[in-house]
């Protein structure tokens, strides 16, 4: 009962300080529950869930209470471009940025003060914070528990291999992200597909250009080499 309280306590503390391992207090009773059944480890799962929005939610207060201009480091222009440029995603694409922000470590504590100091409207955060609180304890406990299967329950050893797991997962993710940021940058936003077509068709047109240009340049030549030709004298 203790333990369990503590992983409430510290999954809520590490929505709020970022270095607070949240994601191995939850892991830990995961692979602890383990012995006791799936219904245990359902509930211990929901429970940092519901922990999860919690701690979410508080941090979304404090962003609302103290908004993006209190401090005066706030107040510098490349601090408060990054301010607008974040607060213009999250009007744009709020739930999918919250949801994903809660699997990083870190960004999610800054999404989510941004959240509350840019005012976004409280009902759709906390559905945002729900789905995103969700989803991570789903991800934790999938990755927990298959980790638990391969190390035969041993709790210090499950947390450990799945947090190198979960930095690769994220590695991997950030990588491909970039490629994809590159790929768009390069073909200017539209698919591969669509931009593999469109250099086809400008290179077809590019080859009829050059085709009718040569045909022209012939023609002349003829032109000329036969209007050079002396006339026959007159009979």
Do not use: C
Request: proline share 4%; hydrophobic share 55%; aromatic share 6%.
């Amino acid at each position: 009962m203790i333990s369990v309280f503590l992983m409430f306590l510290t999954v809520v503390l590490d929505s709020i300080v970022p270095l607070v391992p949240g994601e191995a207090a939850l892991l830990a009773s995961v692979s602890a529950g383990a012995g006791l059944g799936w219904p245990a480890i359902v509930a211990v799962a929901l429970l940092g869930a519901t922990a999860a929005f919690v701690g979410d939610n508080i941090m979304y207060e404090l962003g609302r209470r103290l908004g993006i201009d209190r401090f005066a480091w706030m107040r510098k222009p490349e601090v408060a471009k990054v301010l607008r440029g974040t607060g213009d995603r999250l009007a744009r694409n709020g739930l999918s940025v919250i949801s994903t922000a809660r699997l990083v470590p870190g960004w999610r504590v800054a999404v989510t003060f941004m959240a509350g100091a840019t005012r976004m409207p409280r009902s759709t955060y906390r559905v945002a914070s729900s789905v995103g609180a969700l989803l991570w304890s789903a991800y934790l406990l999938t990755i927990g528990s298959a980790i638990g299967a391969l190390t035969g329950g041993n709790v210090l050893v499950t947390v450990i291999a799945s947090i190198m797991v979960m930095a690769l997962i994220s590695q991997a993710g950030q990588m491909l992200k970039k490629r994809f940021a590159r790929s768009r940058a390069i073909t200017g936003g539209t698919s591969p597909r669509e931009f593999a077509a469109t250099g086809h068709a400008s290179r077809t047109t590019q080859g009829a250009s050059r085709l009718r240009a040569r045909a022209l340049a012939l023609g002349r030549a003829a032109v000329g080499r036969f209007a050079a030709v002396p006339a026959p004298p007159a009979a």
